[in-house]
């Protein structure tokens, strides 16, 4: 049986992300997949689609004079780079799973059954219509204040990079036989809409690195980064 909720609960999202819907129904439209609007054209459902497009483009503006102001030396080619980095599908999914996004989804009844709640691709679409329901209900501001909030806070500090930690430490490791690589989970402290995530990578049994971040995926990187760094690496 669903566990789906009848409705989506604003109340609740609107707790975790610090902001209270003026229209309401902009949020419930900002959470409903085209399966949903499909299964229930009689009622004239309409999807997040439009406000997909919207929030997209709010993001990307955003994004791109955040970056813009806050590295004035960077080129062009590593703006992009980081920008990408910051707004790609697997970042936004990871600020979605963050917000409780999926649970407060309508999905269609085989969007529902296939694993659509916890989507990337769904997710990340919701994300930005949620931007775009924001930017409709309040403007500019409030827009630009959930998205410091929610997506610049993986650059707060200076603390992120385009590099693949990750990947260049697995690298590393897999030149040497009978080394295996592990990340293990220390921590999680802080409220729900500003978690932060404590990692541990080890190689076997011997903790190498420790990473803090606002989201798991974050914190391993920034883990397998202080173990470059500890092995000259980077």
């Known amino acids: 049986m669903s566990k789906t909720p009848a409705k989506p609960d604003a109340e609740r999202f609107e707790k975790k992300i610090g902001y209270k819907f003026k229209n309401r129904e902009l949020f419930i439209r900002a959470v409903t997949h085209s399966s949903y609007a499909n299964e229930n054209r009689a009622a004239n459902v309409l999807d997040n689609e439009r406000l997909e497009f919207l929030g997209d483009s709010v993001l990307g503006m955003n994004t791109a004079l955040y970056l813009f102001e806050k590295y004035p030396d960077e080129p062009e080619g590593e703006l992009t780079k980081m920008r990408s980095s910051l707004v790609c599908t697997g970042a936004l999914c990871e600020r979605a799973r963050e917000i409780g996004l999926g649970r407060e989804l309508r999905l269609g009844h085989g969007e529902e059954s296939g694993g ?54 697995q690298e590393i490791v897999q030149k040497n036989r009978g080394e295996k690589l592990s990340y293990r989970m220390l921590d999680s402290n802080g409220p729900d809409h500003e978690r932060n995530f404590i990692v541990e990578v080890m190689i076997n049994s011997n903790p190498i690195g420790r990473g803090v971040g606002h989201s798991k995926k974050e914190a391993e990187q920034m883990a397998a980064r202080e173990a470059l760094k500890l092995m000259g690496m980077e």
């Open 116 to 169: 659509g709640r916890d989507r990337d691709s769904i997710l990340a679409d919701a994300f930005e219509a949620v931007i775009g329901a924001i930017y409709l209900d309040s403007g500019e501001e409030e827009a630009r204040r959930f998205i410091e909030r929610f997506v610049f806070c993986a650059a707060r500090g200076g603390e992120w990079s385009v590099t693949d930690y990750k990947t260049t430490l």
